[in-house]
């Protein structure tokens, strides 16, 4: 059974910090994608990365795919209230095309 | 908004019945997933349709069913309901079979008293 653990599990900073997610799997995906849930809505789409090394940055938002395609990281500069919330990673296995979600980080930032 | 409806946003119930939920892909969407979300379990797939044919299975109980109509339009029926199936259902819909994309809907809560 493929998982994908996150880590840390809780995160509670203040407004300005940095902070680092990581979503570590021991199987390989195609791609992995990682989307913020805030309560009382569905996971929103954040970046999709398929290649491994592959790096990209969505303002504040830096990501990462591992070299191997088992594991990636979400990197926050300069955290912000608005950025609280739960941060979900998903591989997706390209032979099955189906998503294997993360166990989730919550995320407090406070003003 | 994700352009995914889902309905009721609230449902609550007893053990031993059966209720259905509802969901409304987005406009031209063909594939509709669904999702349980609990707090120990995280975010589990249920089951994916693509243009009325199940196309993905995953860790679906035999009390739960689901069905795509031909408007495209889904419905997740639960049944024998036990208390351990509290949690939020969520549908979420993708353009193709593949499902490079999800959007989510905002879920319905379940919960069985």
């Known amino acids: 059974t493929q998982l994908l653990e996150q880590s840390p599990q809780f995160l509670s900073i203040q407004e300005g910090e940095n902070l680092t997610v990581y979503c570590n799997s021991s199987s390989v995906f195609s791609s992995l994608q990682w989307y913020r849930q805030e309560p009382g809505e569905g996971p929103v789409l954040l970046v999709t990365v398929v290649t491994g090394g592959e790096v990209k940055k969505l303002k504040r938002l830096t990501f990462q795919f591992g070299d191997a395609r088992k594991d990636s990281s979400l990197h926050i500069t300069a955290a912000q209230p608005g950025d609280t919330g739960l941060y979900l990673c998903?591989?997706?296995?390209?032979?099955?095309?189906?998503?294997?979600f993360g166990t989730g980080t919550r995320l407090k930032v406070l003003a | 908004d994700s352009g995914v409806t889902q309905t009721p946003k609230h449902l609550i119930t007893a053990t031993g019945q059966r209720v259905t939920l509802r969901c409304s892909p987005r406009?031209?969407?063909?594939?509709v997933y669904w999702y349980q979300q609990s707090l120990d379990q995280g975010l589990q797939f249920l089951i994916q349709?693509?243009?009325?044919?199940?196309?993905a299975k995953g860790n679906i109980l035999e009390r739960f069913s689901a069905q795509q109509f031909p408007d495209l339009h889904s419905e997740l029926n639960l049944s024998s309901l036990e208390l351990g199936d509290s949690a939020l259902y969520f549908c979420?819909?993708?353009?193709?079979?593949?499902?490079?994309?999800?959007?989510f809907g905002s879920g319905t809560q379940l919960s069985v008293l």
């Open positions: 349709y693509y243009n009325g044919e199940e196309r």
């Open positions: 998903a591989g997706v296995n390209t032979g099955t095309y189906k998503y294997i």
């Open positions: 406009s031209g969407d063909l594939s």
């Open positions: 979420a819909s993708s353009a193709g079979p593949w499902g490079e994309k999800l959007f």
